[in-house]
C-alpha cells in the first residue's frame, strides 16, 4: 500500500509538473500576442455597438480595445486632442473640420466606417403636404447637422436657401418660405423629445435610433445612398493628427472596415445605418 501510494504522489507530482509548465507556457504566449490598448471615446448608438461588436475581433488579435460613451459632441474630441483617448468614433469630417476650426485642435480623420441617413420625422403632422403655416420643424443647432437639416428640407420644397451656402447654411439663408413654417433650433440630442410638440423633426440617424426611429420604417423622407450629403457625412474614426499609422489605429479601422462588421451592421440597423 504504502509503494502504490507513493508511486501515486509521484505520478500526481509529474502531471502537476507538467501543468504548471504547460501553463507557463501558455501566458508567455498570451502576453506575446498581447498588443496593447486601444481607447476609444464615442456616441452610444450605433458607435459604441458597432465598437462592442469589433471589441471581439480585436481580442482574437490581441488588443484590448477599451470604449468610453460620451453623451455629447465635444467631450469625445477634446479627450482625443489631450491625448486621454487614443480616438473618438461620433462625427463626420465637415464637424470634425469646424471643430478644429472652432477650439484649435489638431484632429484628422484616420477612416471612413458609416454613414447614417438624415431623416424627417413625424411629429404632430405625418406628411409634409399637410404642414401650414405657423408649423414647427425642429432641427440640430450644430453647424454642419443644421446646414444638413436645411438642405433636406430644401431637396423636399419646404424651403429655398441662398445660392452656394451649402454645408455652410443657417436659417439666416432661407430665403423662400413658402409655406410659413419655422424652424427651430435645437441641440441635437433634445430633438425628438419634442417630437409630440412640433409638426416635424429633422435627426441625425444616431439619435434618430436612439428614440426608437427607424429611417426605413418612420421618416417621411431621408437622403439618398447615392446622395452628395451621404457621401460627405462619412462616420469616420478620429485622431491626433500624427497618429493616423498607429498600429493599434490601423487595426482598429481595418476591423471596422471588414467584412464581419459590415454584415453586422447591415443585419441590426435595418437601412439606418450603412456601411462606407
Same mark, same amino acid.
Given at each position: 500500500?504504502?509503494?502504490?501510494?507513493?508511486?501515486?504522489?509521484?505520478?500526481?507530482?509529474?502531471?502537476?509538473?507538467?501543468?504548471?509548465?504547460?501553463?507557463?507556457?501558455?501566458s508567455?504566449?498570451?502576453?506575446?500576442?498581447?498588443?496593447?490598448k486601444?481607447?476609444?471615446?464615442?456616441?452610444?448608438?450605433?458607435?459604441?455597438?458597432i465598437?462592442?461588436?469589433? !471589441? $471581439?475581433?480585436?481580442?482574437?488579435?490581441?488588443?484590448?480595445?477599451?470604449?468610453?460613451?460620451?453623451?455629447?459632441?465635444?467631450?469625445?474630441?477634446?479627450?482625443?486632442?489631450?491625448?486621454?483617448?487614443?480616438?473618438?468614433?461620433?462625427?463626420?469630417?465637415? @464637424?470634425?473640420?469646424?471643430?478644429?476650426?472652432?477650439?484649435?485642435? *489638431?484632429?484628422?480623420?484616420?477612416?471612413?466606417? *458609416?454613414?447614417?441617413?438624415?431623416g424627417?420625422?413625424?411629429?404632430?403632422?405625418?406628411?409634409?403636404?399637410?404642414?401650414?403655416?405657423?408649423?414647427?420643424?425642429?432641427?440640430?443647432?450644430?453647424?454642419?447637422?443644421?446646414?444638413? +437639416?436645411?438642405?433636406?428640407?430644401?431637396?423636399?420644397?419646404?424651403?429655398?436657401?441662398?445660392d452656394?451656402?451649402g454645408?455652410t447654411? $443657417?436659417?439666416?439663408?432661407?430665403?423662400?418660405?413658402?409655406?410659413?413654417?419655422?424652424?427651430?433650433?435645437?441641440?441635437?440630442?433634445? &430633438?425628438?423629445?419634442?417630437?409630440?410638440?412640433?409638426?416635424?423633426?429633422?435627426?441625425?440617424?444616431? @439619435?434618430?435610433?436612439?428614440?426608437g426611429?427607424?429611417?426605413?420604417?418612420?421618416?417621411?423622407?431621408?437622403?439618398?445612398?447615392?446622395?452628395?450629403?451621404?457621401k460627405? @457625412?462619412?462616420?469616420?474614426?478620429?485622431?491626433?493628427?500624427?497618429?493616423?499609422?498607429?498600429?493599434?489605429? !490601423? +487595426?482598429?479601422?481595418?476591423?471596422?472596415?471588414?467584412? +464581419? &462588421?459590415?454584415?453586422?451592421?447591415?443585419?441590426?440597423?435595418?437601412g +439606418?445605418? &450603412?456601411?462606407?
Amino acid at each position: 500500500m504504502k509503494k502504490r501510494a507513493l508511486g501515486l504522489v509521484l505520478t500526481v507530482g509529474l502531471v502537476a509538473g507538467v501543468l504548471v509548465g504547460c501553463g507557463t507556457a501558455n501566458s508567455s504566449n498570451s502576453a506575446a500576442t498581447s498588443k496593447g490598448k486601444i481607447t476609444v471615446a464615442a456616441s452610444e448608438t450605433p458607435h459604441s455597438e458597432i465598437l462592442a461588436e469589433a !471589441k $471581439t475581433i480585436l481580442a482574437q488579435q490581441g488588443w484590448d480595445l477599451q470604449v468610453t460613451v460620451f453623451q455629447d459632441y465635444v467631450q469625445p474630441n477634446l479627450v482625443v486632442e489631450s491625448g486621454e483617448f487614443d480616438a473618438n468614433y461620433f462625427q463626420h469630417v465637415p @464637424y470634425l473640420e469646424s471643430f478644429n476650426k472652432e477650439k484649435s485642435t *489638431h484632429l484628422v480623420d484616420a477612416g471612413d466606417i *458609416h454613414y447614417e441617413p438624415f431623416g424627417v420625422y413625424p411629429g404632430t403632422k405625418k406628411t409634409l403636404a399637410s404642414l401650414t403655416k405657423g408649423d414647427v420643424i425642429a432641427i440640430p443647432n450644430d453647424t454642419t447637422n443644421e446646414a444638413r +437639416a436645411l438642405l433636406l428640407l430644401q431637396d423636399n420644397g419646404i424651403i429655398k436657401l441662398k445660392d452656394g451656402v451649402g454645408l455652410t447654411a $443657417t436659417v439666416n439663408d432661407i430665403k423662400e418660405n413658402t409655406k410659413g413654417v419655422e424652424i427651430k433650433e435645437l441641440e441635437a440630442a433634445q &430633438i425628438s423629445r419634442v417630437k409630440s410638440e412640433v409638426a416635424l423633426i429633422v435627426l441625425n440617424g444616431n @439619435y434618430a435610433l436612439q428614440a426608437g426611429l427607424s429611417v426605413a420604417k418612420d421618416a417621411i423622407v431621408f437622403e439618398k445612398a447615392d446622395s452628395q450629403a451621404a457621401k460627405t @457625412y462619412v462616420n469616420i474614426i478620429a485622431v491626433k493628427k500624427g497618429n493616423e499609422q498607429n498600429e493599434g489605429i !490601423k +487595426a482598429l479601422v481595418a476591423v471596422l472596415k471588414s467584412d +464581419a &462588421i459590415k454584415k453586422f451592421i447591415n443585419d441590426k440597423y435595418d437601412g +439606418a445605418v &450603412i456601411p462606407y
